[in-house]
């Protein structure tokens, strides 16, 4: 079998309306600049944070050495009979070795979520044969370090030396860099941002780890590395940045993503970070909306403010479509991303409204009292509390509520559908979003709290201001409490559902919480109710 080819295709209406803006990419020179790393691509007031977050462009040449130091320690392990690779991080930190492993159909248990119960099931696995990675760049993700306090006792109440089995991965100068308790410490590029990072070590490590083969996802970029650094009119980063600047400024602000048999498994989650965390801010940006497939609803019927994206070969339906193996896409992506980031006139490489979120969480942490005197609902339907911010209502059957929420979607606007349940257990909730979707013909996104808080969560709060929010929560039967922190994980899960509906509610955006007192009948009661929306 050849190799897979990587390449663009724009409808012929979008590539001729991006065709000037193409031009100008090329005659600015802009795809050599990124690619030599100048940080003046995007304004002065982007520069000094651009002039350390660029080394992603030559990933394919200096991630080379870390290969063999990751098969060393691979083998190690496994000579020890420590196969099972867990993995604790949030955000840019998870989500390329969870594609990639995915993808090869390797193994690893991903802990992003502050689910108690999500939690428990991933330390009741066999201890004996778990390395626990640690991967953090700022070494202070409050998920993170939860995590490693969590294993750190389960390793130690099994007679396991956590020092034996934790590895962890994050910058030079980082707290967790000076961590005793740990095998190994693999030091990351500092010079690149958490969502370029898939081929530095927070991507290969613990994909490598778990037995992918990560210098061939190194082949696959270098192969298109010359071909997206050139100045040309057929280079498809410039084609696809070109392409996503062109559908923005007609009006399709979101971008419809669709897997159309790529090969890759889960790959527009990852996207899903780097266009939403990149773009999402000061009012504007392109918002990912990652649906079930082509035929999904959102997709072929997409309105006039979005743009189907077939990730994989072209389908009916799509604008564009973008193919190639795994590892050309992390660098196509990148590339395109940061380059459409110049044409939004936005810094691609800062998340300014990420802390509001998670300082509303540590101010409820830090004050109970205030996270008690949120349970007092507005309304109870059979197993749903419910909880809505002001201006929203509460009133008459759930379908009665969600008909009025879904209601105040303004034209062009979304529904993000917001889950801090457990991934696993609980994952019919993700069918929400495709109910909705067809019930309503409101564009709707679905992510897993606190997941999403490090992936669309800055878009929810710095880009186009026209969202509603519908988050789950559920009663939890089992709680876990973090060592050595005065918090439960159900306490931080809540306390971080609550701070990012009041920063939501902070910037005018309306909120509906629904609280399961009975996760599985709650669920289903929901998909009756939305069931009931187009009646
Ligand atoms: O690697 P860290 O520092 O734990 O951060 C994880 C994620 O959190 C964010 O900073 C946003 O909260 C992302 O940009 C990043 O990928």
Known sequence: MG????????DPALEAAAAPLLDQLAADGVASKLAAQDATLWGSDAESEASIRLSWTGLHRTSRPLIGEIEALRNDLRSEGVDRVVLAGMGGSSLAPEVI??????????????????????????????????????????????????????????????????????????????????????LADPHVGGRYSALTAFGLVPAGLAGADVARLLDQAAQVADVVAADSHENPALRLAAAFGAAHDGGAEKLVLADTGSGMTGFGDWAEQLIAESTGKQGTGLLPVVVEGPEAPGFHDAGDDATPVATGPAADGARIAVDGPLGAQFLLWESAVAIAGRLLGIDPFDQPDVEAAKKAARSLLDDPDALHATSVPAAVAGTVEIYASAGTSAD??????????????????????????????????????????????????????????????????????????????????????????????????LAQALGDGQVLTDHGRPVLRLHLTDRAAGLAELVRAVQELDR
Do not use: M
């Open 3 to 10: 190799a897979q080819q990587t390449g663009v295709t724009v």
């Open 101 to 186: 492993t995915a993808t090869e159909g390797v193994s690893l248990t991903v802990l992003d979520t502050t689910d108690p119960a999500q939690v428990a099931d991933a330390l009741a696995g066999d201890l004996d044969r778990t390395v626990l990675v640690v991967s953090s760049k700022s070494g202070t993700t409050v998920e993170t370090d939860s995590h490693r306090r969590v294993f750190a006792a389960a390793f130690e109440e099994e007679g396991i030396d956590p020092a034996r089995r934790i590895v962890v991965v994050t910058d030079p100068g980082s707290p967790l860099a000076e961590l005793d308790q740990c095998r190994k410490v693999f």
């Open 396 to 493: 008459g059957s759930l379908a009665d509520i969600l008909r009025e929420f879904t209601g105040a979607v303004p034209d062009g606007g979304y529904l993000a559908v917001q889950a801090y349940l457990d991934r696993l257990d609980d994952a019919s909730a993700a069918l929400l979003r495709s109910e909705i979707a067809k019930r309503t013909g409101v564009a709707t996104t679905f992510g897993w709290g606190p997941r999403f808080l490090h992936s669309t969560g800055q878009y929810h709060k710095g880009g186009h201001q026209n969202g509603v929010f519908l988050q789950l929560t559920g009663a939890s039967e089992e709680d876990l409490q973090v060592p050595d922190r005065p918090y439960t994980l159900g306490t931080l899960q």
